[in-house]
């Protein structure tokens, strides 16, 4: 390989000192894989892309050669890449214990669209990629990778919010609260897996969101009993405005043989009174049960 005067002149002081730098950095993280537009060191990025440019073109030295060898220096951008984005699914991995890094993942969109790509094109990559992957635990079916990041999306949002009821109106997770809606038809049609259903309950997904919401008003409606010694909630009551319609809702659906026998059954334990005076309509009545 063929050294000339200024390719040296020009990686004098500075290459050595950019050398140092990546010394350092192999000590650090165990690699010479830079990030391209690292924010730690932009000048150390772009110097190792030009290592790599120079050496394509043959414009580096035996002994840079050499001395980059030694420190494991990769000269391939391609492999570099592929090793960046491993590294992050790594780190995926231990904030998240999965590699079901969802289609949308405004922390690092990158890594998402990597992924996904990986899948796709697994008969391209190598066998120690696919290993490497595959002890990650990365999913390779592109359907059941679908699922596992919706499912992943949908624990990220019960983290956030402490439940999974998620509504069209999110805007964080775009898509999801369809997904959620299809789990709960697939399960009613019997097309839904034990396991996946098991997944869903220990995150406290309710199947019923109807009827999961009336239980969880009649719950609100015994905590008031208990506490006042009947169940006529104000129609506008401020600690629980909701519970208030909620109780003249009830009595509306009754007067108009909309409220199943089973409900009207468990109100009629608790003592409740289908007509009392004090429980005017709301303004902002809605219909829901």
Known sequence: ?????CCLEKFGTTWSERYGELEGFKVRFGNCLVPRNWPENHQLANWVGNQRAFFRRNKLAVEQIQKLNAIDFEWEPIDQFWEEMFAALVRYKQLHHDCNVPQEFPDNQELANWLGNQRHRKERLTAEQVLRLDEQGVSWNPREALWETNFASLVRFKEK??????TRSNKEFPGLAQWVNNQRALKRNNKL????IRRLDVQGFKWNARNDLWEEMFGALADYKRLHGHCDVPAIWPKNPQLGRWVHIQRQFRKRNTLSAERIKQLNATGFRWETKLNRPHPSETTRS
Do not use: F, W
């Open 161 to 166: 919010h402490g439940h999974c009821d998620v």
């Open 1 to 5: 390989m063929a050294i000339t005067t």
């Open 193 to 196: 897996s034990g396991d996946r």
